[in-house]
């Protein structure tokens, strides 16, 4: 079977698009989260967390430099 030579993305493309989505949304899923007991209290501590102001998006920025990466990436010849 003959490789098409106009295929915009390869299997590799699409592998690596994958990887990216699902470094977004571990971003994502530990972003959320923080609801108060009451509604009147705040929770510095919950909302300001290590994990939420700078893990998340560290892991958010590296999946779309790994989207842009997976769009940029040429085909092996």
């Not at 994502?28 to 939420?52: P, Q, V």
């Amino acid at each position: 079977m003959e490789k098409k030579k106009n295929e915009l993305f390869t299997k590799d493309n699409y592998l690596w698009m994958g990887i990216g989505i699902a470094v977004i949304l571990v971003g994502l899923l530990l972003m959320a989260g923080g609801k108060s007991e009451t509604a009147t209290a705040f929770n510095d501590n919950e909302i300001y967390s290590l994990r939420r102001i700078t893990i998340a998006p560290i892991l958010i920025i590296a999946g779309l430099m790994i989207e842009v990466y997976a769009i940029m990436k040429r085909p092996k010849a």
